[in-house]
């Protein structure tokens, strides 16, 4: 029981002996210890594990937004490019507009 005392926070001989007293007067008392420091224990690595994990996914959807916008971006770029390239071709003369025989000729 000595990890159980130190885990508790005895830090003098008087501590170590309250904890030696209670534990050793009835078997109850040192399950229920025994059990307390186990669940506090496994809740804390719980509580732990769930702020990691909580960082973890939001980190990972700004990531995916970020992805999302830099694709929507390049997409947007590729469009214009398109729609540039087929308005050069339409635009017999080179003048810039695109007249009704222009057009027609397309």
């Not at 159980?4 to 209670?22: C, H, K, N, P, Y």
């Not at 399950?31 to 307390?36: E, I, L, R, T, Y």
């Not at 909580?54 to 694709?71: A, P, R, S």
Request: proline share 0%; aromatic share 12%.
């Amino acid at each position: 029981f000595t990890l159980f005392r130190i885990m508790s926070g005895s830090a003098d001989d008087q501590d170590f002996e309250a904890v030696d007293v209670l534990t050793s007067t009835s078997t109850t008392v040192r399950f229920g210890f025994v059990f307390f420091m186990v669940a506090s224990s496994w809740t804390l690595l719980s509580i732990l594990t769930a702020v990691v994990n909580e960082n973890m996914l939001t980190l990972k959807g700004l990531q995916d937004f970020e992805l999302k916008l830099f694709k929507a971006e390049e997409d947007r770029a590729q469009h214009a490019k398109q729609l540039k390239d087929l308005f050069l071709l339409v635009d017999l003369n080179g003048d810039g507009f695109i007249e009704d025989h222009e057009m027609q000729h397309f």
